[in-house]
């Protein structure tokens, strides 16, 4: 499923004339279920190493996980804030849905 959503992303990039590699690509939620800290077996590990590896730079928000290492070889990534980082990004994608995230907010969207 990581490479199926990893494509998902990458096709709308390029639906808007944007390649992934060099794109922003934000990541919601990093734990493997909702409201909860365990990132063992999370899908938003092989995500984010896919971006990485097809070229992406990747931030990730989560309000239960504050650092990990998404290849467990690189450095360590810290969650940032959510509402600023989509703001940046070219793309935002949800991984896990966590009730902390208000989606009725007026994110800025980026054209």
């Known amino acids: 499923m990581p490479h199926f959503v990893v494509d998902k992303i990458q096709?709308?990039?390029?639906?808007?004339?944007?390649p992934l590699k060099g794109s922003r690509v934000h990541v919601l939620?990093?734990?493997y279920k909702r409201d909860i800290d365990d990132v063992r077996e999370s899908?938003?590990?092989d995500i984010i190493h896919l971006l990485g590896k097809r070229g992406?730079?990747?931030?990730?928000?989560d309000p239960f996980v504050s650092s990990l290492?998404?290849?467990?070889?690189g450095p360590a990534m810290d969650s940032i804030d959510a509402e600023?980082?989509?703001?940046?990004a070219d793309c935002v994608v949800v991984v896990t849905d966590h009730k902390a995230f208000d989606y009725s907010k007026s994110w800025p969207a980026r054209n």
């Open 29 to 31: 939620g990093v734990a």
């Open 84 to 88: 600023k980082a989509a703001a940046d």
């Open 43 to 45: 899908p938003a590990l």
């Open 69 to 73: 290492r998404a290849d467990g070889v």
């Open 11 to 18: 096709n709308a990039l390029n639906r808007s004339s944007k």
């Open 56 to 61: 992406a730079t990747v931030s990730y928000s």
